[in-house]
């Protein structure tokens, strides 16, 4: 009787867990085995215009309580995303997959986003505002004028459903100020939240990967306070037609249980993915499953968002 199914944008998906971008989703052999598995759908690794080799390796380490990643947006460009997108959608017309992108420069974003909008894709657009690796390049959503700039110009011609990824904020001023720009747009979810940027791992005397004297993004254990902060901040700040897809710290399905509990519609998965292979969606689904029998719940609309406070 208990349901893990859940809704973005209308569309419908079996399970709420799915990869995190950057995840198993690099090529069409990975997304394939995704798709296979017990997900509920997948999103792309976030596909720039043209191929890209990325940063030198070691650009990804698993370390004790999550991974750490500098992998310089190495992706196989838009048109192979798309065009295995445009095949699938055809092959599997009942179910809707996700297709993360990004430009090297605003110029760039919007070339992309036009090729979207002008494709015969029917699936949701996550427009990736949080990459911390690309030297020389900020994180976009660390800059408000920016970031709102960028998305008055998307929706004057973009009218598909489109979410974006965010960082991960730390104040809640910043919150507040995040939240009123992306109440103006008529953005269909914000997945919350990124890696947690420029962390620094050292083992011995040396750090783990080579870009950026060992810089890198932390996922896992590390930064689910941090993520489920993030979701329930934006869930409490955003109008309701704004869903929220939560991301980060996600190992069991108590994890995902509790970023329901703070408003997420959809869990993503990451490092623990990346460290456990597809096999952690079962898991992790089975996991949540008992604890809503446990609790006496049905569906995620019983639970969700429903974190209580301590009067
Ligand atoms: C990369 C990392 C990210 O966290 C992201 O959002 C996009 C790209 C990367 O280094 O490839």
Redesign the pocket.
């Known amino acids: 009787m208990v349901s893990t199914k859940t809704q973005i944008a209308g569309f419908e998906f079996d399970n709420c867990l799915m990869n995190a971008?950057?995840v198993a989703c690099m090529t069409i052999e990975e997304l394939e085995g995704v798709k296979n598995s017990a997900a509920g759908t997948f999103v792309t690794k976030?596909a720039t215009l043209d191929f890209r080799q990325?940063?030198t390796e070691p650009r990804y380490q698993d370390i004790p309580l999550g991974s750490i990643?500098?992998?310089?947006?190495?992706n196989n460009g838009l048109d192979y995303y798309l065009d295995y997108l445009l095949d699938l959608q055809e092959k599997e017309p009942n179910r809707t997959f996700f297709l993360s992108l990004?430009g090297m420069s605003p110029e760039e974003t919007h070339t992309i986003l036009k090729k979207v909008q002008e494709s015969e894709f029917r699936g949701l657009t996550e427009l990736?505002l949080?990459?911390?690796?690309?030297p020389g390049k900020p994180q976009i959503a660390y800059d408000f004028e920016t970031t709102d700039r960028i998305l008055a110009e998307v929706f004057d011609y973009f009218t598909k459903p489109l979410g974006i990824?965010l960082p991960p904020y730390f104040d809640i001023v910043h919150f507040d100020q995040a939240a009123a720009i992306f109440n103006k747009y008529p953005l269909k979810f914000v997945n919350c939240v990124?890696?947690i940027g420029n962390g620094l791992y050292i083992e011995d005397e040396s750090v783990v990967i080579r870009p950026k004297n060992g810089f890198g993004?932390i996922g896992g254990e590390y930064i689910k306070p941090t993520a489920l902060a993030n979701v329930h901040a934006f869930y409490q700040r955003l109008n309701p037609q704004i869903q929220i897809i939560g991301t980060g710290g996600v190992l069991t399905g108590r994890d995902a249980f509790e970023h329901i509990l703070c408003g997420a519609s959809m869990v993503q998965v990451g490092t623990t993915l990346h460290k456990e292979g597809v096999g952690a969606f079962d898991r992790i689904t089975n996991e949540l499953k008992t604890i809503m029998e446990e609790k006496g719940y049905e569906s995620l609309e019983d639970f969700r968002g429903k974190l209580r406070y301590i009067d």
């Not at 949080?130 to 690309?134: A, F, Y």
Request: proline share 9%; hydrophobic share 25%; with cysteine.
């Open positions: 971008a950057g976030t990325g940063n990643n500098s992998m310089g947006l190495p990004v990736n949080s990459c911390p690796n690309v990824k990124n890696s993004g």
